[in-house]
């Protein structure tokens, strides 16, 4: 894996050199810079198509927001076939903590399942669950338990 | 004075507690010496007789309503002052026993006096210090009939103070109930700390009481779910070392782990058998979970349910012979049990709202469970056969219960809301009588997860 992200990364530095050649008002020298986030990169991920979609409460079904969002997410891997992502799924705390393991990763797998039916090669993506331990949204109300229900695709 | 003296017969625990002393492991704090129990007979008595009287009239949930009134008095300075307040708070906490000071009478108490004062029992004793080592003379006495019911020495090295102290607790409570006790024993729990979005979670350990608590790991990778073998020796744990969630075992006597089976899926949701030679446990698939029982001996392991729901946080019966495990097979999650080989599962509750994390209990009486229903967590019991389900305490969050080794009480963690900014969010591990009184938060810091061990050996 971590030659990968080296090899995602060392292509996006590329990039965005290209870029910054054609950019006049260059004047560091840091081949980092760039105007925005690094083709393939998370960033880009999130910037590109959204890095997660959201479910309801003990629920695992894909709302026509969410498989909007991995249609971008699916076209998205396609345009960068050597980017290999994981999905973790989460829950909110009004589940037990073993529960929410399984459903977690029943929301991964929800994700998973969704992008490998629209072409992605199921040996690019791999699945966790954090059940309700890695909360996105701190709090305890239906805002951020919304937040937290949700299967998050992460560049690996 | 009555003085139909008794004599006193060291009692089984306090030789088999002697007996496994010697083979403690690191965990119990590096001692090198053991624990040693020798009988005291009663002032004027002559060896060799008869059982010692029990004070088994007196049963649990009598003394539940009417908390046995049990004069304690200060063994003396120190470390002596200590081990007088680590039973004192043993039996207290119980809720079963009443403690009252006083002074320190010498050899054989004023019974009329504690008679007036209502006591039902009376210790009485003395520390010596040896150095390195400590001698703790013990003995119980019981008020009304003015006779020793205990007599018992005990040297062990100076460092195992508290565990002389809690032994002591576990044999008045055992002369006085007519049960085992549950003092001499441990918590397993996850520590945690950091931000709520992130926290830091180390495996960690403590006397049951809270004291003495160390961490087990070092917080590097998500660690959840311990659980502790039926001998005491080796915890089954949920970590997410290389990121990949897995049970593994960590020997408590070496620290070293290892994982427990090669699953595909996420393992989690671990038990030991009773007899100790397999771990139940659940194996995400797809979109669900199965449970798997793994043979120690050969790591073979042998599917128990295939529903394509989640079937997870699976218990064994304290006879080995069935299964209660929580599942969403049935639409949303309820708790069922079946049998130990797997096969048909039959719901047991019924109540309003999603069940989980079921344990069976030690005594086989009694199932605990979270529910969840409304937004808000309980924590309840039930029959095995989903009966006389029974609701203990309720909070924001309330769960993964967990019983001592006598059954009458459970460890459990509550967590309070983290309101709208999670500012408000606090986890921690308490205990609750199994009648649903004398809630107390144990002094674990910030905490989840507990595990009670089996009494210490």
């Known amino acids: 894996m971590k030659l990968k992200l080296f090899g995602a990364v060392g292509m996006a530095l590329l990039l965005a050199a290209c870029s910054d050649h054609a950019n006049k008002n260059v004047n560091t020298g840091a081949a980092t810079q760039q105007v925005g986030p690094a083709p393939g990169s998370e960033a880009d ?72 039916a629209k072409g992605v090669d199921a040996s690019r993506l791999t699945t966790i669950s954090y059940g ?15 937040q937290n229900r949700n299967a998050i695709t992460a560049v690996q | 004075m009555t003085s139909s003296v008794k004599p006193l017969i060291p ?17 119990a704090g590096g001692v090198a010496g053991g624990l040693a129990a020798t009988p005291l007979f009663a002032p004027g008595h002559a060896h060799a007789q008869a059982a010692a009287p029990g004070a088994e009239e007196i049963t649990v949930d009598q003394a539940r309503t009417a908390p046995i009134p049990i004069v304690l008095p200060s063994l003396g300075t120190g470390v002596a002052q200590q081990i007088t307040d680590v039973i004192s708070a043993d039996l207290g906490n119980s809720g079963l026993f009443r403690p009252i000071s006083a002074t320190m009478p010498q050899g054989t108490p004023d019974f009329p006096t504690f008679k007036a004062m209502g006591a039902r029992a009376v210790m009485t004793g003395r520390v010596m210090d040896q150095g390195s080592s400590l001698r703790v003379e013990f003995r119980l006495w019981d008020v009304p009939t003015g006779t020793q019911i205990q007599g018992t020495a005990y040297t062990a090295a100076a460092q195992d103070w508290r565990r002389i102290a809690h032994i002591i607790a576990d ?11 549950y003092f001499n024993s441990r918590i397993a729990y996850i520590a945690r700390s950091g931000p709520r979005s992130h926290q830091v979670t180390r495996l960690a350990i403590m006397d049951q009481d809270g004291a003495d608590s160390r961490y087990l790991t070092n917080g590097q ?28 075992l960590f ?56 529903s394509g729901a989640i079937d997870t946080s699976p218990s064994f019966s304290p006879d080995g012979s069935q299964i209660v495990f929580n599942s969403d097979r049935g639409g949303a999650p309820q708790l069922y049990i079946m049998s130990a080989s797997g096969g048909d599962a039959k719901r047991i509750s019924y109540g309003h709202g ?9 005594r086989g009486d009694l199932i605990a469970f979270a529910r969840i229903a409304n937004g808000s967590f309980s924590l309840g019991v039930m029959a095995p056969d989903g009966t006389g389900e ?3 305490t309720e909070g924001f969050t309330v769960e993964s219960p967990s019983f001592c080794p006598n059954g009458r009480v459970l460890a459990f963690c509550r967590q309070s809301s983290g309101g709208s900014n999670g500012a408000g969010f606090a986890t921690g591990i308490s205990t609750i009588d199994i009648t649903g009184f004398h809630e107390r938060a144990l002094p674990a810091g910030s905490a989840s997860d507990p595990a009670w061990s089996p009494l210490n050996k």
């Not at chain 1, 309700?132 to 919304?146: C, F, I, M, Y």
């Not at chain 2, 044999?171 to 006790?181: A, P």
């Not at chain 2, 699953?263 to 669900?288: K, Q």
Request: charged share 20%.
């Open chain 2, 390 to 392: 029974r609701i203990l």
């Open chain 2, 171 to 181: 044999v008045i409570y055992g002369r006085l109930l007519g049960e085992q006790g």
């Open chain 2, 11 to 27: 009692d089984d625990d306090a030789a088999r507690l002697a007996a496994a002393f010697g083979r403690r492991g690191f965990m």
């Open chain 2, 251 to 306: 020997n408590l006597s070496t620290g070293q782990q290892r994982i427990l089976g090669d699953f595909s899926g996420i393992s989690f949701a671990p038990r030991f058998s009773p007899d100790g030679s397999s771990v139940v446990l659940s194996v995400t698939r797809g979109g669900g979970s199965d449970i798997y029982v793994v043979d120690l001996a050969t790591m073979a392991r042998r599917q128990l349910t295939a």
């Open chain 1, 132 to 146: 309700k331990d890695r909360p996105t949204a701190p709090g305890d109300d239906e805002s951020a338990w919304s």
């Open chain 1, 45 to 116: 991920l999130v910037a590109t198509a959204g890095d997660r979609v959201l479910f309801a409460f003990d629920k695992s079904g894909l709302s026509d927001d969410a498989k909007a969002t991995l249609d971008k997410q699916a076209a998205w891997l396609a345009k960068y076939p050597q980017v290999h992502v994981q999905i973790a799924g989460n829950c909110d705390d009004r589940g037990t903590e073993e529960y929410n393991i399984a459903l977690g990763e029943r929301r991964a797998n929800a994700a998973h399942d969704y992008l490998v």
């Open chain 2, 354 to 362: 999603n069940y989980g994390s079921p344990v069976w209990s030690p």
């Open chain 2, 221 to 248: 990778w998500l660690t959840l779910m311990p659980r502790f073998n039926p001998s005491n020796s080796e915890l089954a744990f949920l970590s997410y070392a290389n990121y990949r969630p897995r049970v593994y």
